[in-house]
């Protein structure tokens, strides 16, 4: 990747495909419009659903046209504003989203009310990687209507989005059950979680965590049939969400609220007060350099990673 800064390098691919259709290719860097913001991304989220976009899984859902670029969350300090911008001013740190598909670049350019500054204690890694999958795991708990002293299961519970949800869950007062690999359960237990393994007989091990009570709700972030159990758990189809399991959103009339049920700049908002207050813990697994962006989703793509990757984009 050249260190031309009159450059936005930048991630694109020319047609559907896997890893190997990702290019940093060499583009302007854009100019904001009136009410919109040029800033310069220090670090990005990446994501599944960029994934699946990508490999043309959700062309009914996201027709893509070519060339296109990838990513929705970043972070970084704002360059230059267009006209009428009073919120924010060159040399702000923000976070913020794009609805454009090019966050995954050394500079993006968002309306104003797609970013809000971003609190002191809340890290770049964290801030890049906060608005897919807090907003995800936000909607998704909302979904499921959880009351104090109910129970909710959460599968994929130490994922870029499970491990948030099952804190905003705990939050909210319920007992929370989180299925995940046996190494996480710690990590699980830290934060007031009841983990179960996924592995071996999976009913059993939510019957055993269960001790004889019943389950009010279910979120669903990792498919693999998870619903379906939940179903034969007698949980009411209206306390069941899942963010990726679209065939069974068919079958069985559940809910499937995910990011686009609270992609505002007010739930990125609470969601980072939250991060900034201690209140909600944002798991870095990994960081890439943006030139490493096929590494970094070869590494989503195992499923075992606890938490975000998070790309660099810039360093200063």
């Known amino acids: 990747m050249s260190t031309d800064n009159s450059k936005n390098h930048a991630v694109q691919y020319d047609h559907f495909g896997h890893i190997d259709v990702l290019n940093i290719v060499s583009l302007p860097i854009p100019s904001p419009k009136a009410g919109e913001v040029l800033v310069k991304v220090k670090t990005a989220g990446i994501n599944p659903g960029e994934a699946s976009i990508r490999e043309g899984k959700l ?100 994922g870029g989005v499970g491990s948030l949800a099952v804190q905003i869950a705990k939050k909210q007062g319920a007992k929370v059950i989180g299925i995940a690999s046996e190494h996480n359960h710690e990590w699980l237990k830290k934060h007031g979680i009841v983990p179960v393994n996924y592995e071996g007989n999976i009913e059993q091990n939510l019957k055993t965590a269960l001790n004889g009570a019943k389950a009010d709700a279910f979120i669903d972030t990792a498919g693999k049939g998870y619903v379906d159990i939940a179903v034969q758990m007698g949980i009411p189809a209206d306390r069941i969400n899942t ?22 700049a007010e739930v990125l908002s609470e969601l980072a007060q939250m991060v900034n207050d201690g209140e909600l813990e944002i798991p870095v697994a990994k960081t890439y350099p943006l030139k490493h962006v096929k590494e970094a989703y070869q590494e989503l793509e195992k499923h075992h990673t606890h938490g975000k990757i998070v790309l660099i984009a810039s360093a200063n």
Do not use: M
């Not at 893509?64 to 009428?84: H, L, M, Y």
């Not at 963010?243 to 505002?264: L, P, R």
């Open 59 to 158: 062309q009914q859902q996201f027709p893509s046209t070519f060339p296109s670029g990838q990513g929705t969350d970043f972070a970084g300090i704002v360059e230059t504003t267009g006209d009428g911008i009073t919120d924010f001013k060159a040399g702000d740190e923000v976070i913020g989203f794009s609805n454009n598909r090019n966050s995954q670049a050394e500079y993006v350019v968002v309306k104003a009310d797609q970013l809000v500054p971003r609190p002191p204690k809340v890290s770049w890694e964290q801030a890049g990687g906060l608005f897919v999958a807090g907003t995800t795991a936000y909607a998704a708990v909302r979904a499921v209507n959880l009351k104090a002293g109910d129970t909710v299961i959460i599968s994929g519970a130490a």
């Open 243 to 264: 963010i990726i399991d679209f065939e069974a959103v068919e079958k069985y009339k559940i809910k499937a609220e995910g990011s686009a049920a609270a992609s505002t």
